[in-house]
């Protein structure tokens, strides 16, 4: 069982930048995936970026070059680095994790959600 822990969401201007934080309890796998998805209004959950134990990542293109994700390893921690924030960022950001090294898809673990607010 896992059990995430996010913070680090507010309200920022257009061009802004935020960093996101989760922190993992409970039985962690050595191997795993750990990131973030996020959910707009009237849009499904999608992948905003993720990073395995192994260092591979995987970003939406839509953040790509301005996203970075990252782990601390001995504190079964991930963060998310957000600069050049648009509007269309805003949307509940939520940390997830998945056993295993493969990244495509996200696992059955959730944090509570984390608000994101860009304005213009």
């Known amino acids: 069982q896992v059990e995430l822990v996010e913070s680090g969401g507010g309200l920022v201007q257009a061009g802004g930048s935020l960093r996101l934080s989760c922190v993992a309890f409970?039985?962690?796998?050595?191997?795993?995936?750990m990131g973030w998805y996020r959910q707009a209004p009237g849009k499904q959950r999608e992948l905003v970026a993720v990073?395995?134990?192994?260092?591979?990542?995987n970003y939406a293109d839509s953040v790509k070059g301005r996203f970075t994700v990252s782990r601390d390893g001995a504190k079964n921690t991930v963060y998310l680095q957000m600069n050049s924030l648009k509007p269309e960022d805003t949307a509940v950001y939520y940390c997830?994790?998945?056993?295993?090294?493969?990244?495509?898809?996200?696992?059955?673990?959730w944090g509570q959600g984390t608000q994101v607010t860009v304005s213009s």
């Open positions: 997830n994790y998945r056993r295993g090294p493969n990244y495509n898809y996200p696992g059955d673990f």
């Open positions: 409970g039985t962690i796998s050595s191997i795993n995936v």
């Open positions: 990073m395995s134990t192994g260092g591979i990542t």
